[in-house]
């Protein structure tokens, strides 16, 4: 396959962006803006992606790359299998909301603001995934979608 047509095709994984996730969010000592997570992702990613990461989503109101990363996000859990990334939404943050990733080395106004989020966001377990292509959920242990999607292995966390 050439160069050109592995563009057109490319969907970057949720995989690939939990891990730049974990990554990211540590260096932002545990959370950061909306606004500002879905700026650094696309500088880091933009181009990588071909025209189905930028293609609209059927039904929602973002493109597929959007989609992954919040994918991806789901993908991160504490190594007692519990979620580990949370958004809450609010006007008062750019981008409309905070991301936190808990776990993480964090100073006091990361430690505020995670607690914050928490507190909306109770921290159960999740044994539920949903499909990026359709929107079906299904439990964690599901490998395919019955729409064909191939779910993702978790990775894990160490
Ligand atoms: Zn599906």
């Not at 430690?111 to 914050?116: F, L, M």
């Not at 539920?128 to 959920?137: F, I, L, M, V």
């Amino acid at each position: 396959m050439n160069a050109s047509a592995q563009k057109n095709k490319t969907v970057l994984s949720a995989v690939v962006y939990a891990k730049w996730l974990e990554a990211h969010l540590t260096e932002c000592g545990g959370w950061t803006t909306i606004g500002e997570l879905k700026r650094a992702c696309r500088q880091r990613f933009e181009r990588q992606w071909g025209k189905r990461d930028l293609e609209q989503m059927p039904k929602r109101n973002q493109q597929r790359w959007q989609n992954m990363l919040d994918w991806g996000k789901v993908l991160l859990r504490l190594p007692d299998g519990k979620k580990a990334c949370f958004t809450r939404h609010s006007k008062r943050f750019d981008g409309g909301g905070v991301v936190i990733l808990i776990g993480v080395k964090t100073d006091d106004k990361g430690k505020e603001i995670q607690d914050w989020v928490l507190k909306k966001t109770p921290r159960t377990p999740c044994f539920a995934k949903r499909c990026p292509e359709c929107g079906r959920w299904y439990n964690l242990n599901r490998k395919q979608c019955e729409c064909s999607h191939v779910f993702e292995v978790i990775p894990k966390r160490r």
